[in-house]
């Protein structure tokens, strides 16, 4: 059953922003960009450096530690599917946003 993360109001990033989401045992980064939300793992796959605070160019975030540059929409490394960081859904619903963590079992 999928689970349906509740983001704060106050965590909400502006346009051009970015938001880290604690949540059980993960952390989330939460991109706004253009007024459209992406989320991610936080944990770069490559040696678990952080991506909510890497550089942000349109939907591509660069990892701060090792320059590895990764699609927001897919999780995918830029050029490959090689390497992906885990990417999330996010929906709004009655004005309240949640970050939609996908179990196992509903994954296509």
Known sequence: MNRRVPVPAGKLPQAGGRALIEFESKSLALFNV???LFAIDDSCPHQGASLCGGRLE????QCGAHGLRFDLRSGYLLN???LKVASYPVEVVDGQT???IISEESAP
């Not at 349109?58 to 975030?61: C, L």
């Open 34 to 36: 253009e007024g459209d």
């Open 98 to 100: 949640f970050i939609v």
């Open 58 to 61: 349109g939907r591509v975030i």
């Open 80 to 82: 490959s599917t090689q």
